[in-house]
């Protein structure tokens, strides 16, 4: 019987890393057989496949991705851009994604844009040239260079957490319009008639946020001057921000009896600012926030707010791109998953 064959030593003259050919070395095989085990175990013996990956394990070898992707064009990689990867409002989501595309045996990777000075375009330009099987963006494509771009790859991409007719691919989500609306006529309902807004500075919390002055300004739940007294903070907001909006907004409408937020972080930052100015939750003032985030239901009040199916979002997004990949038709490219308003003590 053949002694085992050592791992190849690396000195200070080796170019690169181990290679293909190493890891046939140390197994005692061909190489072509290591490439079958690695892209295509099923047409290979359990007993080679057993005897390379011990191999591979046995040296640390890493294949190269990028050389089998020019091979096969895939990559076997999918591509998610969020605003920010810090806010826990998209982690449903991230994880649905990971988990739906690794078991269709893709791996998930974050890109970062950003909320201010986004750099949307700079980030797709970097990862399409990097050629992922699919994207996922959350928010809609506004760009129209960055959708040129996308649409001239040909690479499959779901635009979520935000909802149009005109999607550039695919796509799922709700509208943050009717979100606004809905809320306003929530608390109207509920005998509110002098509402406020706090909200960061994003352009879909600025949407959602002109849907509800409009619905407050129709069922006649504005002030005095005959606007919807409102509070801008840098997105993402925060609890601090939150806790700032709403001394600001006491101090020129101390009249408000309801507060549409941003997030349920703002919210709260509301919740913990009425405590400490001693304002009763919700006998003087309804706070409802948006996203529905583990702790919203843990907070004293519990606080009401809009419950958004993340992990929905990315299970579909997922299984578009696996669809797309495959080949598969998709009827429904567009797909409403709509909101819920989930009431708790604090409205």
């Known amino acids: 019987m053949n002694a085992p064959v050592e791992p190849p030593k690396r000195t200070r003259r080796t170019k690169g890393g181990l290679t293909l050919v190493d890891v046939a070395r140390v197994a005692g095989v061909a190489p072509i057989t290591v490439s079958r085990v690695l892209n295509s175990p099923e047409k290979v013996s359990p007993d080679l496949v057993q005897k390379v990956r011990a191999a591979i394990e046995r040296t640390g070898y890493v294949p190269n991705l990028l050389a089998g992707s020019l091979a096969s064009t895939k990559s076997r990689m999918v591509a998610a851009i969020l605003p ?176 549409f937020c941003s997030s349920d972080m703002v919210a709260l930052g509301v919740l913990t600012e009425a405590h400490k100015l001693g304002i009763d939750i919700p006998g003087k003032l309804a706070v409802v926030g948006l996203g529905d985030q583990p702790f919203a239901a843990e907070t004293y009040p519990a606080l009401t707010t809009v419950h958004l199916d993340g992990r929905k979002m990315g299970q579909i997004a997922a299984q578009f791109i696996i669809d797309r990949i495959a080949g598969t038709p998709i009827p429904e490219v567009v797909r409403d998953i709509g909101f819920t308003i989930v009431e708790r003590e604090s409205a």
Not at 87 to 108: C, H, K, M, P, R
Not at 209 to 227: E, F, K
């Open 84 to 259: 920010t990867i810090a806010g826990s409002v998209f982690i449903d989501t991230v994880q649905a994604l990971t988990e739906n595309l690794a078991a269709a045996g893709y791996q998930l990777i974050l890109g970062q844009s950003g909320y201010e000075n986004s750099r949307e375009d700079e980030l797709l330009e970097a990862i399409i040239g990097r050629r992922p099987d699919g994207i996922v963006l959350a928010g809609i494509m506004r760009s129209a260079q960055g959708r040129r771009r996308l649409q001239a790859s040909a690479i499959p991409l779901v635009e979520t957490w935000d909802l149009t007719p005109t999607p550039a691919d695919m796509l799922v989500g709700f509208s943050h319009e009717d979100i606004g609306q809905a809320v306003a006529e929530f608390l109207y309902q509920r005998g509110r008639r002098r509402v406020a807004v706090i909200s960061a500075s994003d352009e879909r919390a600025q949407r959602r946020n002109r849907a509800y002055v409009q619905a407050a300004v129709r069922l006649d739940m504005q002030g005095p001057d005959g606007s919807v007294p409102f509070h801008t903070i840098s997105a993402p907001g925060t609890a601090a921000g939150g806790r700032a909006g709403l001394r600001a907004l006491l101090a020129d409408h101390p009249d408000i009896d309801a507060v």
